[in-house]
T-cell receptor, first 113, second 115 residues
Framework: KQEVTQIPAALSVPEGENLVLNCSFT??????LQWFRQDPGKGLTSLLL?????REQTSGRLNASLDKSSGRSTLYIAASQPGDSATYLC????????????FGSGTQLTVLP | NAGVMQNPRHLVRRRGQEARLRCSPV?????VYWYRQLPEEGLKFMVY????????ESGMPKERFSAEFPKEGPSILRIQQVVRGDSAAYFC?????????????FGPGTRLLVL
C-alpha cells in the first residue's frame, strides 16, 4: 500500500528566503507525482506535475524534482513571498489501472513579511 | 470554461440526517473521483466513477456511503444517517478519458459539519 509522507508538517520563513519542501513515497511504481497548493477553506490548485520518466519540472519560482528510485520529491520555492503562504500537498498516482491519487498530509507554509 | 463545480459549498446536518453532495465535472470529462479530507489531514481517496459505473470504491466506507455518476447530471455522493465523524471537507476531481497520466482537476470542496 502506497504511503506518502511530507516533512516538515509546518514551516515558517521570512520573506525572500529560498525553501525546500520534502515528499517521500514508499512504492516507486508510480505514473506521476503532483504538487498542489491549498489555501484555507479552498480547493486544490495544481502547481507542478512530474511524469515518472522525468526528473524535474519548473514553473516560475517553483521547481519540483523527482527521484523515483529513492521515492523522493522536493519542491523548491525561490524568493518566497507572503502570498506563497498555504498548505502544499504532494500526491502520487500509482502505476497500473488505478487512477486515484495518494496524498501526503501536507506542509503548512507561512511566509512572514 | 468552467472548472469542477461542487455544491453546496457548506452543509450542516444533524446526526442521523442524510447529506447529498453534488459534483459537476469539467465539461467533456468522463471520470470523477471523490476524496475526503479530515481536519489537519491530507486527502483520502474514496471512490472513482465513470459515467454510470463505479470503477473503484475501495476507499469508501461500506455502510452509509454511496456514490453515483448518472448518464445525465452531476455525480452525487450520498451519506446516510450522518455521524459527527463524517464532518470533513469532501473534494471532487475530474479527468478526461485520454491518458492515465492526465492530471485531475479539483473542485472547491463541500465542507460538511455534523452537529
Amino acid at each position: 500500500k502506497q504511503e506518502v509522507t511530507q516533512i516538515p508538517a509546518a514551516l515558517s520563513v521570512p520573506e525572500g528566503e529560498n525553501l525546500v519542501l520534502n515528499c517521500s513515497f514508499t512504492d516507486s511504481a508510480i505514473y506521476n507525482l503532483q504538487w498542489f497548493r491549498q489555501d484555507p477553506g479552498k480547493g486544490l490548485t495544481s502547481l507542478l506535475l512530474i511524469q515518472s520518466s522525468q526528473r524535474e519540472q519548473t514553473s516560475g519560482r517553483l521547481n519540483a524534482s523527482l527521484d523515483k528510485s529513492s521515492g523522493r520529491s522536493t519542491l523548491y520555492i525561490a524568493a518566497s513571498q507572503p502570498g506563497d503562504s498555504a498548505t502544499y500537498l504532494c500526491a502520487v498516482k500509482a502505476s497500473g489501472s488505478a487512477r486515484q491519487l495518494t496524498f501526503g498530509s501536507g506542509t503548512q507554509l507561512t511566509v512572514l513579511p | 470554461n468552467a472548472g469542477v463545480m461542487q455544491n453546496p459549498r457548506h452543509l450542516v446536518r444533524r446526526r442521523g440526517q442524510e447529506a447529498r453532495l453534488r459534483c459537476s465535472p469539467v465539461k467533456g470529462h468522463s471520470h470523477v473521483y471523490w476524496y475526503r479530507q479530515l481536519p489537519e489531514e491530507g486527502l483520502k481517496f474514496m471512490v472513482y466513477l465513470q459515467k454510470e459505473n463505479i470503477i473503484d470504491e475501495s476507499g469508501m466506507p461500506k455502510e452509509r456511503f454511496s456514490a453515483e455518476f448518472p448518464k445525465e447530471g452531476p455525480s452525487i455522493l450520498r451519506i446516510q444517517q450522518v455521524v459527527r465523524g463524517d464532518s470533513a471537507a469532501y473534494f471532487c476531481a475530474s479527468s478526461p478519458d485520454r491518458v492515465i497520466q492526465e492530471t485531475q482537476y479539483f473542485g472547491p470542496g463541500t465542507r460538511l459539519l455534523v452537529l
